[in-house]
């Protein structure tokens, strides 16, 4: 009876994970909606900022903007890495760390790499080797684009004083709820967009090419960054859901498997039971 007691007790543990995990499920299906809505209305928009940032970038000298464009020698790289705070989200944040990781171990293994963690969970994988320069978990708080936009300045800060030359941006871009693809983004200096008719684009600007420069190109670097973190906030959410569903699955199998076993268990407990009284009543009858 032992036995059975253990299995009862592990099928109570099964059952109270698998409410928890569907519970779960549940709400980072509800939360992905919200974000799914918010980075599928805004992708257009900055994709189109951003080509035209390119294009423009190639037409400028430093004096009048294309100071974000200059191309200097990489010494040192900062890698801004976008996590979630919290797990239970399956392989979504390990893969931004070894995309991390490979980064710093081979395409920047000469040089001085920094990182900017967006994220608990980067926070804490890079914080331990002495790299990481600033946690800005807490924009996960509320996340706006103007507590987004500060972080962009400060990038934009650092690139302009020297301090890094080369700023890097690691993040999960959404797919859909079961598919995020890991990317890695350049987001200083900016890249000129490559093909001639795209370069030779004939702009006609107004009031002054200067002065809507000055903000349209901090604004394309602020939203591409907004980007990338709303990319991966609707990825954590897709990335949580479909771990909990897959959760919930296995727990529902374990609970079956384990009840199936009782099942057999008391039978067989049973049995033993009636053989010990048939026993019996025979021995008293000789």
């Known amino acids: 009876m032992a036995n059975l007691k253990e299995i009862r007790n592990r099928i109570a543990s099964v059952s109270s994970t698998m409410q928890i995990t569907s519970a779960m499920k549940m709400v980072s299906a509800a939360k992905l909606k919200k974000a799914q809505d918010a980075i599928t209305a805004m992708r257009p928009y900055a994709d189109k900022l951003t080509e035209l940032l390119q294009s423009l970038?190639?037409?400028?000298?430093?004096?009048?903007?294309?100071?974000?464009?200059?191309?200097?020698?990489?010494?040192?790289?900062?890698?801004?890495?976008?996590t979630s705070n919290r797990g239970l989200c399956g392989a979504f944040n390990s893969n931004i760390i070894k995309q991390t990781q490979n980064l710093?171990?081979?395409?920047?293994?000469?040089?001085?790499?920094?990182?900017?963690a967006i994220g608990k969970k980067a926070n804490d994988a890079f914080d331990k080797q002495g790299i990481v320069i600033a946690n800005e978990s807490k924009?996960?708080?509320?996340?706006?684009?103007?507590?987004?936009?500060?972080?962009?300045?400060?990038?934009?800060?650092?690139?302009?004083?020297?301090?890094?030359d080369k700023v890097e941006i690691v993040y999960n871009k959404f797919k859909n709820a079961a598919t995020q693809e890991v990317i890695t983004e350049q987001f200083l200096p900016i890249v000129p967009v490559s093909g001639e008719a795209d370069n030779n684009l004939d702009y006609i600007f107004a009031p002054s090419k200067q002065e809507i420069v000055e903000q349209l190109i901090p604004k394309s670097l602020k939203t591409q960054l907004y980007k990338g973190i709303r990319d991966s906030f609707a990825s954590e959410h897709g990335a949580r859901m479909t771990a909990m569903h897959k959760a919930t699955d296995n727990a529902t199998e374990l609970r079956d498997q384990l009840k199936l076993t009782y099942n057999k268990a008391r039978q067989a407990a049973i049995t033993n039971e009636i053989l010990e009284i048939v026993g019996g009543a025979e021995a008293l009858n000789n």
């Open 104 to 116: 710093i171990g081979t395409t920047y293994a000469n040089k001085k790499v920094a990182v900017l």
């Open 57 to 82: 970038s190639a037409t400028l000298d430093a004096d009048s903007g294309g100071k974000f464009s200059i191309q200097r020698e990489v010494k040192t790289v900062l890698i801004v890495a976008i």
């Open 139 to 164: 924009v996960f708080d509320d996340l706006t684009f103007d507590n987004v936009a500060g972080i962009a300045e400060r990038l934009m800060d650092k690139f302009m004083d020297g301090e890094f």
